[in-house]
């Protein structure tokens, strides 16, 4: 039905989450409309940041440097660590501007069905971090569901013996991400955290 060229571009458009058919037929669309040089500069911004954004050798939130602006900056409270599942929950949590505390960015949820293990994920180092520095409080922001559940009380159980463990509060719907949250409610969920019952 399409030229070659136009089908190998909507196909890979389908490869990103949440691009279906139509909505990977309208942007190969609009990419053949829009001038070569937007087309190249958008090219050239992917390959970019494929090449130069990496994880921060402390806390693992996406970053261009060897270690990220939060763990670098001296403001920050270097007592608490606030553990989530991914890079965009540190984004969606700053947005609150309530956070002061640096983080620890795990990688994912442990999920059995899906293969992924706490081997996968940056668990040990987290527990490696906390042993070293002096950390009074782990703050786990890591959204309700059954993997977030199953995560959080694994790592709760790892790090009590160490420090204070804390969860956020629920402000946020059964399976619901942290990504998609409004500021209120994602600032009231760090108000409200409370200690870990294991």
Do not use: W
Request: aromatic share 4%; glycine share 8%.
């Amino acid at each position: 039905m399409y030229t070659r060229p136009l089908a190998k571009l909507i196909e890979e458009f389908q490869r990103l989450p949440g691009i279906g058919p139509k909505s990977a037929q309208r942007l190969a669309m609009h990419m053949l409309k829009r001038p070569e040089a937007e087309v190249r500069a958008l090219a050239n911004a992917l390959v970019d940041a494929k090449k130069q954004v990496g994880q921060c050798s402390q806390c693992f939130h996406l970053s261009a440097e060897p270690v990220c602006n939060i763990c670098r900056a001296q403001s920050r409270d270097r007592t608490t660590i606030c553990v989530v599942a991914e890079s965009r929950d540190v984004i969606a949590l700053e947005k609150t501007r309530e956070y002061k505390g640096r983080y620890h960015v795990l990688g994912g949820l442990i999920s059995p069905m899906d293969g992924i293990g706490p081997e996968q994920l940056n668990v040990g180092q987290l527990v490696h971090r906390v042993n070293k520095e002096d950390i009074s409080e782990v703050i786990l922001a890591i959204s309700p569901s059954i993997e977030g559940d199953t995560t959080t009380l694994y790592v709760g159980q790892l790090l009590k013996p160490f420090t204070k463990v804390t969860r956020i509060a629920f402000g946020l719907p059964m399976g619901g991400d942290l990504e998609y949250a409004d500021e209120v409610t994602l600032a009231r969920a760090l108000e409200g955290r409370r200690e870990l019952d294991a």
